[in-house]
């Protein structure tokens, strides 16, 4: 055994030393690799908000107007639901392999490294689902005017359905088939950011009020951000070791 | 600075059964402590609250000659648990689960450093191979590098000769030795004989919640 390199030095006990950002970045790169590698997983939520989305003219009517009415309703209910389908694997493969573990012994505040795998949840479904809805919206006949509104309200809503259904994730992560618990559990709350994101692209449709509920969104996100890791934190806590 | 863990009057309770109860013992730096005991012992549940994982139990854990949950950044900083599940990620490189961990414990760390440790673990040459396309004993082996990546003073291992071939058991046997030359000290469980590292400290935990120590 080479003894040219310090591992084989006396070691001493060592202060903490933070190291946060560190840990920060690495959690965030982590994470966006290994979802980059399984693609199939960033794909699934993508490809059933575009199906479901593509059935409605089919089952409803194939009349623009009818379809512009129920667009914002439509778009958003399935943009929940494909957020809701991709949150059971958030923690899961983690757990499984003994990461999360690791995770919740590492000398870093907890809340702090759950927020970083959130924010990677949220980048690769919540965000595509934003960039994608305009698409999906012209195949509705949604007006021009209302796209942006759509994006900015999906983009607002979705990173507080990404940090409330963590909790959820975080909640049911030791249950063998968690899946309907988790919707149930986390449905609920999700039910403001549903009322005031589609009451925002239907207030574009209408041309009033789109700020206050944009600003609502905003708030809703705000409070999400404050509360929801230290709720993720202290479920890993409970499930892991429970 | 020398380092100390003890366990005060420690009792576990699992499903109306009792683990072991009025447990006390300590370990400093230079010691290694092996826990044994039959399947279902509580061997692992013991390592758990070591480890600062599991909270319900009675007695006390003084870290430093603190109680533990007063003092448990610092103690999580002095800490290396390995569990039964290896914690390595199977869509990453062994260097990039190194480099996860590494980060964890607050500084980046170079990737030299990475390589002479996957070097000395066994795994030159797939240190660019998904994990997953490891066998079982290598990825115990990424496990294991991380002994020597970070360094910490404690080390908690649970069945850490699991899946590893016989030069792997005394490579990792010397390991042990030399962190407890170092002034570290390892608390394990294991199946195995352990006959190089002499005479060690052993807890033995048994039926109804006795237990013996040597």
Sequence with gaps: ?242 | MSFRLQGCQLRCERDGRELFRDLDFDVEGGQILRIEGPNGSGKTTLLKILSGQLHDFDGELRWCDQPLARVRDHYLTNLLYLGHAPGVKAALTPLENLAWYQALAGDAGSEATRLTVLERVGLMGFEDVPAGQLSAGQQRRVALARLELTPRALWVLDEPFTAIDKQGVEALEQRLLAHARRGGSVILTTHHDLTPLGELRRIRLGEGGRHVIQ
Excluded: C
């Design chain 1, 1 to 242: 055994m080479s003894s040219s390199n310090t591992l084989d030095q006396p070691l001493s006990i060592i202060e903490p030393h933070g190291g946060l950002g560190v840990a920060l970045i690495a959690t965030l790169r982590r994470d966006l690799t290994l979802m980059l590698r399984r693609r199939s997983e960033v794909m699934n939520p993508l490809a059933f908000f575009a199906l479901v989305i593509t059935l409605f003219p089919l089952g409803l009517s194939p009349d623009p107007e009818l379809l512009a009415t129920v667009a914002p309703g439509l778009l958003w209910v399935a943009a929940l639901l494909a957020t809701l389908l991709s949150l059971d694997s958030l923690f899961r493969a983690d757990f499984e392999d003994g990461s999360l573990e690791q995770l919740l012994l590492a000398p870093q505040p907890l809340a702090a490294m759950v927020l970083a795998k959130v924010v990677v949840h949220w980048l690769l479904t919540g965000l595509p689902l934003a960039l994608m809805a305009p698409v999906l919206g012209l195949m509705l006949g949604l007006p021009a005017g209302s796209h942006l509104i759509l994006m900015l309200a999906l983009a607002l809503g979705s990173a507080s359905l990404s940090l409330v259904g963590a909790i959820g994730a975080a909640l049911t992560v030791g249950l063998a088939r968690g899946g309907v618990l988790l919707s149930l559990l986390v449905l609920p709350l999700y039910i403001p950011v549903l009322i005031f994101g589609a009451g925002a692209v239907q207030a574009a449709l209408l041309g009033s009020g789109v700020a206050a509920h944009l600003a609502i969104l905003g708030a809703l996100l705000a409070l999400a951000v404050m509360l929801a890791p230290w709720a993720i934190a202290a479920a890993l806590r409970i499930s892991v070791n429970g």
